[in-house]
């Protein structure tokens, strides 16, 4: 059940860890996840929250003394500094934690705790009501007003005394889902981050795979044309090792912008890895298709990325691109790795291009 996936999952290492970090220590752990992340700036995304997440129940001494020593010397840490460490130290174990799977088991093990909770307060107050009415009926029925006296005031003294421990019993509960509530709520918006990109804040791969099968789907049904394009920055290696890795993430959120407000939906954009972008053209004829891209690219060419407090503004940044349409039974993997036939096509012949089939 959640508590048992929970164990598969969380972040640590070795059995003896595993098996002290029960779910209960978990939830704790999830909470100081998410006053980190609010208190040093940080998006509640899944690479984040593995970060934090290890960082709190202090499962790898050497990260936590990173992320100490990150600390001394400012207030946030940065989307670069959390993939820095997420790469050094959590990425190669793919079991040791699972955001999405971790959010939704303790997802799971907050509505069984507050079914608990509910039917607890129930038999608590139905226990009270049955208290109550013993205490109006008996002493009418006494036929031996010493025992039933004592009996009564036996009953009445347990009356109270059940009494004060179920309001006592219902403030704790209370306090207890209003933090489980936000809890609930934090962790929904984890798993919303989960399916975007931190940095450009556009969809993420996964996200675009599921949105890919629905338009391939949507396209089966209505019989409409669908085409898909692959974009890459060109030379994007060499501005990150010229300018810094700042003037990257501000050339990649540029282009985030610039693709996604010429897109049918912001959702039909995402960012593949790296420097690669998918973007969907529903409802598009390839030469359509094609000439929205022709005009993305001039745009690009046209924008001007300049880092902040910097006057003086980046190099031009263009992008290549490979556009195709879909053919029916074709897989979204076949139809990604043509688009991306055509992406190597346009860099091979010189860049700063679209290909498409018999086009560019």
């Not at 998006?43 to 593995?50: D, M």
């Not at 208290?131 to 005031?153: F, H, M």
Request: a negative charge; charged letters at 25%; glycine letters at 4%.
């Amino acid at each position: 059940m959640g508590a048992q996936l929970i164990d598969r999952t969380l972040l640590t290492h070795g059995s003896d860890a595993r098996a002290q970090l029960n779910f209960r220590e978990a939830c704790r752990a999830a909470v100081r996840v998410f006053q980190l992340s609010e208190k040093y700036k940080t998006a509640p995304y899944p690479n984040a929250y593995a970060v934090w997440f290890a960082y709190s129940t202090k499962s790898d001494p050497a990260l936590v003394a990173e992320i100490d020593e990150l600390l001394l010397g400012q207030d946030t840490i940065s989307p670069y500094d959390i993939d820095v460490l997420f790469q050094a130290y959590l990425a190669e174990d793919q079991s040791a934690f699972a955001a999405h799977d971790l959010s939704q088991a303790i997802g799971d093990e907050i509505g069984e705790v507050l079914s608990v909770i509910d039917a607890s307060l129930q038999q608590n107050s139905a226990f009270s009501e049955t208290l109550t009415t013993l205490e109006q009926d008996l002493p009418k029925a006494a036929t031996s007003p010493e025992q039933l006296n004592s009996l009564v005031s036996g009953l009445i003294e347990e009356n109270r005394r059940m009494s004060a421990m179920t309001m006592e019993l219902n403030q704790g509960l209370v306090r207890s889902q209003t933090l489980i509530a936000v809890l609930s709520d934090q962790l929904d918006e984890v798993r919303s981050q989960s399916l975007r990109d931190p940095l450009t804040s556009i969809p993420n791969r996964r996200a675009f795979d599921k949105t890919l099968e629905d338009a391939i789907k949507q396209a089966n049904r209505t019989r409409e044309p669908l085409c898909v394009a692959m974009a890459d920055l060109d030379h994007f290696k060499a501005l990150n090792d010229t300018y810094g890795h700042e003037a990257g993430d501000v050339v990649l959120q540029n282009f985030a912008r610039l693709i996604s407000s010429n897109a049918d939906e912001p959702r039909l954009v995402a960012r593949h890895g790296g420097e690669e972008f998918a973007i969907l053209f529903p409802g598009s004829q390839l030469m359509e298709a094609y000439n929205r891209l022709v005009n993305i690219k001039h745009l690009l060419s046209q924008t001007e990325h300049q880092l902040d407090g910097n006057p003086v503004a980046l190099p031009v940044v263009t992008a290549s691109f490979g556009v195709v349409q879909y053919k029916p039974e074709m897989t979204p993997r076949e139809l990604m790795q043509k688009a991306d036939k055509y992406l190597y096509e346009a860099k091979a012949k010189g860049r700063n291009r679209v290909c498409a089939p018999g086009l560019g």
